[in-house]
């Protein structure tokens, strides 16, 4: 589904340019649950961003679908992001609308009709255990809440691959569990889950695929990995 | 197509209100802006329509010697209509001036029984002669004197007249060319704040923008709401400003233009309220327009 091929992002020029990413060569299947672990700075953040092309490699290409993404047109960027989920740490929900109506917003922008955003908000919402706060604010909810929110939000134009930059990073032990209990079933449903953590116990618990970057280099790559630097 | 335009619209009425305090910033520096242009505009019409009014009563009068005869005078009148510069020429019989000048003084009795008791007609016959444009009256003036009929005149007034048209003239440039100045200026000034109020209602909606990157609007999924939003400012601002300005104006004029005027300013008015008002409203929806496009450029860039 995606593949990385001597993939290298630089930021700046000259004197001083800073190497962000080097040499990411992988590769990932439809279906699969994988971790990118490291510590800050590692590059997780940006191999991310370059998935939905939200930053550009400097050389190298990136395959998604079968289309090379690394110089995707602005024109053509919209459709590549409906085909990904993205859940942030932050959260990233529009505080001055509900819960029922920041899921609705990605229908919405897309062009579906008001007949399937009524009838698929209340289902995704459901999926995530809020079908009981769809008239509350973001700022009424507690913060795994608002992460379930983005969650279902990410998930309902039904894309093939979710993208998870630290969404445990605001949130207490057993929230953050909860979070990828719901990642994990949604991977269970189908969905690619991309996932990006410096969370040890997750990692150690999850026992999926872990990707391990140091430096901006790939220095692991275990199908059944473990949380080790 | 149609329902991003009219999910846009709704989003960019409910920007316009659920920002508040920052729209009415918007909208009342907008009508500000738009209340001085418009201002400028009353004031060059004002000014216009008094120097139309003005000029209507400036001509040059050639007095013919008493002894001329009517059809030389007729010859006279058809030269100078030849003329480009001459919008009008008219012959004014011994007769008929006798009789304007008997109604022009009938509150003066002395001067009244004065003329009647010449038994010949004092006054002289004349042409008046009205320029196309206040500026070429010394050019008129002077090939008169110079003409063929020079020996049959007893006198052009022009001369009593030049130091006020010539002042008249000079008046007339400064109010074009201030007025023009000052619309430039305040229009720039508009602009500049404009956008710049603009910019700070999208800068707030940054992270909103981000999101709907996020989950895949296209650019003019994300333009249109502020394009609406910049329409509803100018259509806003064009409509306060309407309303605050005809009061001003119906209040203001006979202050500033003396009370004699009025009825001739006034009275042409009405229908160029009308013209200001479209002027408003394509300049407030053209700005918000444009402000809106150039603030939001920035957060599409890829």
Known sequence: MIEFINVRKSYGAGNLMATALEDINFKIEKEEFVSFVGHSGAGKSTILKLIYAEEKPTSGEIIFNGEDISKISSRQLPYHRRRIGTVFQDYKLLPKKTVYENVAFALEVSGYLTREIRQSVPQILDIVGLSNKLGSYPHEISGGEQQRAAIARALVHRPALIIADEPTGNLDPISAWGIIQLLLKINKLGTTIVLATHDKDIVNNVKRRVITLDQGRIIRDHSKGRYAI | ?302
């Not at chain 2, 700070?200 to 609007?217: D, K, Q, S």
């Not at chain 2, 160029?272 to 809106?292: A, C, K, N, P």
């Open chain 2, 1 to 302: 197509m149609l329902l991003t335009i009219s999910r846009t619209l709704k989003a960019g009425f409910q920007n316009f209100y659920r920002n508040g305090s920052l729209s009415v910033a918007a909208v009342s520096i907008l009508t500000l802006s738009l209340l001085i242009i418009s201002i400028i505009i009353v004031l060059s019409i004002t000014a216009n329509l008094g120097l139309k009014f003005i000029q209507d009563k400036i001509d040059i009068r050639v007095y013919f010697k008493s002894d001329t005869d009517t059809s030389k005078m007729m010859d006279f009148r058809s030269e100078i209509l030849r003329y480009g510069e001459v919008k009008s020429a008219d012959i004014v019989s011994k007769e008929r001036a006798l009789s304007e000048f008997k109604t022009n003084n009938t509150n003066k009795p002395e001067i009244l029984k004065a003329i009647e008791a010449v038994q010949d007609n004092p006054l002289l016959a004349s042409v008046n002669i009205k320029a196309t444009d206040p500026e070429k009256y010394s050019v008129i003036a002077n090939s008169i004197e110079n003409s063929a009929y020079k020996e049959d005149i007893a006198s052009i007034n022009y001369q009593q007249y030049k130091l006020v048209i010539d002042r008249f003239n000079s008046t007339i440039k400064t109010i074009r060319k201030t007025g023009v100045f000052l619309f430039i200026l305040f229009s720039l000034i508009a602009i500049l704040i404009t956008f710049n109020v603009i910019r700070m209602t999208i800068f707030n909606h940054g992270t909103e923008i981000e999101i709907m990157r996020l989950v895949g609007a296209s650019n003019n999924y994300i333009r249109l709401p502020f394009v609406f939003e910049g329409i509803i400012y100018g259509a806003a601002s064009a409509c306060i400003a309407i309303v605050l300005l005809i009061p001003m104006v119906r209040i203001l004029t006979p202050y500033i233009i003396g009370s004699s005027y009025v009825n001739v300013i006034q009275s042409g008015f009405s229908t160029y309220f009308i013209l200001i008002f479209l002027i408003q409203l394509l300049l407030g929806t053209l700005l918000g327009v444009i402000s809106s496009l150039l603030a939001i450029r920035r957060y599409l860039k890829t």
